[in-house]
């Protein structure tokens, strides 16, 4: 696939940051260089291979993650009913990692992720559940640019996956290109107090 330098640096250092704080020229950086990747993409039986061991090492990731998050979230829930704290907040962030590609076009993703995601509420907004349900529903003509007889369009989606493609500014190309994942539950513990107010 030939790569353009400049749509390449503009995608990535885009990329880096939240939607949510990327401006309208970040935005059409990335929406500049995805047609490009794009109109060059070539579905292959390795990009299909690579993709359901994608998919499968998340969900396992997913499935660890789902269980100690159940386990701390118990824990913090005890320690707000003995007033040892007063509330909390329970992310989970997924990193997605290679240190070939991106690094070629901007050097400070050497040693980086190239791409995090943060769940505010991983287990209510994912699992309503107790147990970890291992797959999300996806329909093949959500996943633009797959035939519909590949082993990733016929496989269960963890959510993770799903995500990555359905909910994220990432090509088929750069989801092929995570060679690493993270993932990490960050717990903060809330402490805090009214000023009681002086009479005058």
Not at 36 to 63: A, C, G, M, P
Not at 158 to 174: A, G, I, Q
Request: glycine share 2%; hydrophobic share 30%.
């Amino acid at each position: 696939m030939k790569i353009d330098k400049e749509l390449e640096i503009g995608f990535i250092r885009a990329i880096q940051k939240h939607s949510n704080e990327r401006t309208e020229k970040e935005e059409k950086a990335i929406d500049n260089r995805n047609e490009y990747i794009n109109s060059q993409f070539k579905w292959s039986t390795k990009l299909d291979e690579k993709l359901v061991l994608i998919n499968d090492t998340l969900r396992e990731e997913e499935k660890k993650v789902f269980n100690q998050y159940r386990k701390i979230e118990e824990q913090c829930k005890l320690m707000v009913a003995n007033k040892e704290i007063e509330d909390l907040n329970i992310k989970v962030e997924s990193e997605y990692w290679n240190n070939k590609h991106y690094k070629k076009y901007d050097p400070k993703v050497y040693g980086n992720p190239f791409y995090i995601n943060t769940w505010d509420d991983f287990v209510g907004f994912r699992q309503l559940e107790e147990e970890y349900d291992n797959s999300c529903s996806n329909t093949v003509s959500e996943m633009l640019f797959i035939p519909q007889d590949s082993l990733i369009a016929k496989a269960n989606h963890c959510y993770s996956f799903h995500h990555l493609y359905d909910h994220t500014n990432l090509t088929w190309f750069d989801i092929y290109n995570i060679d690493e994942v993270w993932m990490e539950i960050k717990v903060d513990y809330q402490f805090f107090s009214k000023i009681k107010r002086i009479k005058t």
